[in-house]
C-alpha cells in the first residue's frame, strides 16, 4: 500500500523573505524593486542579491491590485511578414521592456473600423495602460481616428496624420534624401519603384521623391508600382529593363529593390554602371560568416 508524504510542496518565496535574507524591510524590497533613487547602494546590492538566491519573482497581479497599474502596453498588429511592420513592432517589445512593461500583442489580418475596436477592446479589458496601434494603411488610421476608448491611444507608421497621436518615419524626407543622391550623381532624372497607393509609407516616399525632382527641374516619370514584395520589384525591373532611358531607380523598399536587381541582371543591365539603384528600409543583412 502506497505512502504520501505530506508538506513536501516548495512554496514560492514573498517579498517577506527576500526582506529577511537582506536584513531590511519589506518596504525596502519594495523600493528596490520600483527603482525607487532613495536607496543606499549597499542595501540595493543586498536585496539584489537575496532576490537572486531565493529566485524571487514579483506576483504582478498582485503589485496591480495596489498600484491600479498593469505595467502592461497593449499592441494592435497588422498580420504582415514585412520587415518595416514587423520591426515596428520589435521596436515597441523592446522599449517597453527596457521601461519594465510587458507587452500584449493582437494581430488582425484586416485594419478596418470593427477589427480594430474589437481588438482594443479586448486589449482594455486586459488592463492595459496604453494601447499601440501599428497603422500603415490609411484604411488604419481611419480606424484609429474613430477609436473609443478610456487608455491613451498612439498610432505608429501613420504618415503626418494630425487626427490622432502618432510616431512615423521621415518617409518624405528620406526619400527625398535617395532622390537628391541619385541627381547628384548626375543621372537626368530618377524613376520610381512604388509601394502599394493606399499605404501611408509608400505615399510619403512617393511625394518626397517627387518634389525632389520638381525642385531640381528634372522631368518627373510615370511610376512603377508594387506590393513592397520582391516578387513585384522582379516584375517592374523587367519593365524597366526594356527602357534604354532609364539610368536610375529610387526603390519604396529594399525587398523591391532586391527583386528590381535580379531582373536588370537577367537583362544584361549592369548596376551601378548602367542604372544606379536606391532602396529605402535597412532590411538586416545577413550575418557574415568567418573564414577559417
Known amino acids: 500500500m502506497g505512502t504520501e508524504s505530506a508538506g513536501t510542496e516548495q512554496r514560492h518565496p514573498v517579498m517577506a523573505d527576500v526582506a529577511k535574507l537582506a536584513g ?15 536607496v543606499r547602494p549597499d542595501t540595493r546590492d543586498r536585496v539584489l542579491a537575496a532576490i537572486r538566491e531565493l529566485d524571487y519573482r514579483p506576483n504582478s497581479a498582485a503589485r496591480a491590485l495596489v498600484t491600479r497599474r498593469s505595467q502592461t502596453l497593449g499592441v494592435v498588429s497588422f498580420d504582415s511578414t514585412l520587415y518595416g511592420p514587423a520591426s515596428m513592432l520589435d521596436g515597441i517589445e523592446r522599449a517597453a521592456r527596457s521601461a519594465g512593461y510587458f507587452v500584449s500583442v493582437t494581430s488582425l489580418r484586416s485594419l478596418d473600423g470593427r477589427s480594430v475596436q474589437e481588438a482594443v477592446d479586448r486589449l482594455r479589458d486586459q488592463g492595459v495602460e496604453g494601447v499601440v496601434v501599428i497603422a500603415p494603411q490609411t484604411s488604419a488610421v481611419s480606424a484609429v481616428t474613430r477609436l473609443s476608448s478610456s487608455v491613451p491611444v498612439v498610432a505608429v507608421g501613420s ?30 532624372t530618377v524613376h520610381h519603384l512604388a509601394g502599394p497607393a493606399n499605404w501611408l509609407e509608400s505615399q510619403d516616399r512617393e511625394e518626397g521623391w517627387r518634389g525632389t525632382l520638381r525642385a531640381a527641374g528634372a522631368p518627373v516619370p510615370e511610376v512603377e508600382r508594387g506590393d513592397w514584395s520582391a516578387r513585384s520589384g522582379y516584375q517592374a525591373g523587367l519593365r524597366i529593363a526594356e527602357l534604354a532611358d532609364v539610368t536610375a531607380v529610387f526603390c519604396a523598399n529594399d525587398h523591391m529593390a532586391l527583386g528590381l536587381l535580379r531582373a536588370l541582371h537577367e537583362a544584361g543591365r549592369s548596376v551601378p554602371e548602367e542604372i544606379s539603384v536606391v532602396g529605402f528600409d535597412d532590411i538586416p543583412r545577413p550575418p557574415t560568416s568567418s573564414r577559417r
Open 24 to 38: 531590511v524591510s519589506h518596504q525596502t524590497v519594495s523600493r528596490v524593486l520600483n527603482g525607487a533613487p532613495h
Open 159 to 188: 504618415g503626418d496624420q494630425k487626427q490622432v497621436p502618432m510616431v512615423s518615419v521621415g518617409n518624405r524626407s528620406g526619400a527625398g534624401e535617395a532622390t537628391r543622391h541619385l541627381l547628384d550623381l548626375g543621372h537626368r
